[in-house]
């Protein structure tokens, strides 16, 4: 302990010595008088990835966090003094085309988390081929004004690099320093931060840091340029995993369905079984608009017609990652979960998969499906053919006139006219069949509306005038708004379902059909639209503030909670029988493929989700960013806190082990994706795991 002692008061002299002669020696400023340029590099890089945490995390504790500050000003540096080994007038250079990259990332994922809420990843360059299939999407939903402030970065570099032109600054510095030994200590100095970052990460940190799944946190708390660069290992690691860890994600997947059991039978065991199967996936329906109506329309009608008519399940959630709608199809066709990097549809189209169409082609069912959209879409030619389906319809097996095109495409309302014809062909030549119904008008940006038809989202109105006739007042609601551009395009969509059911009827399809229909996934509208839906006064032609007694908060949780879809499944003769009834329990995606099994009698050991009406009230909902949901709470694992959503008490047990379950869960999906775990020809464990 003595010796401890002298040593710490020998280096407490030798630091204050050491500061004296720092500042004798004029150092600290010396060292920015021959620096300008290099510190503007800084400067900039580091305020333009505290400005992405600002727009994406609306929190001090979020955009101003020490950790991803200093994780920032590391890389950044290390990035910035390689410049070192230029020439001082090829230096600016180097700093000028690192910025404009940084500047870009910044850009890149601004834009990216309105529309996803997420970070972009390195793997989805593998997507850019779709963007111009929704380009006018990306223009009109997605990129804002906030999203070009951060060209500000390289800007001031500019502004900076002429002001010391004018001053002969490149010629005034040392020009016979050590440019080599200037590098390696500015590198050196990054790396003293980057170790002092690294001893303040915890557990937690860690783990997440490796899971990936958790975007935001690792944004919150490493920055975005170390997110990036774990992004790009994390991009690359399903490649290297396929050669040196298949053994550990292979014993994983034994070790989760080891214990798994079949659910007993229940009261809708095989009751459609033999049934033929109309699925539709209804584009960015969302369960909210259900509930409304604008001047005493509804804003669904038809929508409404079915749930109240079949069964409704009214707390279902879509469970899709960055490849929103192929994502659907695939948790609900596999009741797997999204992938980690990519999306499956893209990157893993050749794996095997246990999928609704296989399940019903062991019955003999004949399997298709219907999209009035380019083949390749989404890569669905080849993923539907590893998915299952006997044949797909798509853009190039229907008439498109310029006349019948809405948004993407076919409107839905020809979509229908024309499928209708194929599944008479269809109905004739197979005794069973099931069949998928993809919908397109209703999709982003939701600005067709000069063929939505005539619905109006203002409120209109009679009141008496000064002089006591009545007057129609109209009042400035929707109007002109996205959300209010949804409710037309929604409305639209829904009297295109209205006349399929017609048209189903009146050529005799329903007789012995089920119709299954699914939300694929939300409007991803801004919250502040929504913000003026539940807070507008009429009377002011405002919006209320937090104070007014009749505010509705409309915060995070709100929104999270509202991205409900619906999911119905309906027949002729459902209604008035004991199982027409709206059904509350949390549900998601992937509780469709087992849930349809125990109705239709085909079973997947190797399904994510449950029977619903097996879990009931105990379902839990895990969504890709690691969140997850169930009757209780609404847990958010960017922030490690929760939502209670009733007044039974919430344990830490029931916080911890849900969350548990959550990650175990997220990866075994992932490994059975990555590692192709469900292909009997390289699974050769696969069978012991059944036999389990």
Known sequence: MKRIKIGFKKLSKYMK??????????????????????????????????????????????????????ADFAVVIALGSFGYLAKPKNRFTYLLIVNIILTALCVVN?????????????????????????????????????DMIYIIGPLALIIVHIRLKKKNYYK??????????????????????????LVTMSS????????????????????????????????????????????????????YFADKEKSAPNEVTDRFKGKNVIVIHAESMM?????????????????????KEGMFFSNFYSQVSVGTSSDSELTYNTSLMPTKSGTAFVSYSDRTFNSIPKL??????????????????WNRRNMYNSIGYDQFFSKADYVVEKENVIGLGLSDKEFFKQSIEKLKTINEEHEHWYGVMIMLSNHTPFSDVEHYGDYNVDVTTTVLGADGTPETVTYPYMEGTKLGNYFKSLHYADSALGELM??????????????VLYGDHDARLPKKD???????NMETHEIRDEEDELYKEYDYYQYELGRKVPFIIWTKDLAGTYLNNNYTYTMGMYDVQPTLGNMFGFYNKYALGHDIFSTRENNIVVFPNGNWLNANVYYNSQKAEYLPLTEQPITEEEITGNTEYTNKLLDVSNNIIVFDLLNPEKNTALKEVEEK
């Not at 017609?502 to 119709?515: C, K, M, Q, S």
């Open 502 to 515: 017609v048209g189903l009827d009146e050529a005799g399809l329903l007789e012995n059909t089920v119709i």
């Open 17 to 70: 010595q050491k500061m004296k002669h720092i500042k004798e020696d004029h150092i600290i400023r010396n060292y920015c008088k021959n620096n300008v340029l290099f510190i503007a590099f800084v400067i900039t890089g580091v305020l333009n990835a505290t400005i992405l945490r600002f727009f994406c995390m609306h929190s001090i504790e979020n955009y101003l966090s020490w950790k991803a500050v200093l």
């Open 204 to 255: 937690l940190d860690v783990s997440r840091f490796v899971k990936q799944w958790n975007k935001e946190y690792i944004v919150m708390r490493f920055g975005i340029y170390v997110y990036q660069v774990n992004d790009v290992v994390s991009s690359i690691q399903p490649k290297i995993n396929s050669m040196f860890g298949y053994d550990q994600a292979n014993k994983d997947f034994a070790d």
């Open 110 to 146: 601004s834009v990216y988390y309105t529309f996803y809420t997420s970070f972009a990843s390195v793997s989805m360059l593998s997507l850019t081929q779709y963007i111009g299939d929704v380009g006018d999407a990306v223009v009109e939903n997605v990129l804002q004004l906030k």
């Open 360 to 377: 019903f082609k062991e019955q003999g069912y004949f399997t298709f499906s219907m999209h009035a959209n380019n083949a390749d879409f």
């Open 287 to 307: 369960t909210n608009a259900m509930s409304l109506s604008f001047n005493g329309q509804e804003v669904t009608p038809n929508l409404n017609r079915l749930a």
């Open 530 to 536: 929504y913000n003026r839906l539940y807070n507008y």
């Open 172 to 197: 005034k510095i040392d020009l016979k320093s050590d440019r080599k030994k200037k590098m390696i200590h500015t590198l050196v100095f990054s790396g003293l931060l980057g170790i002092l970052f």
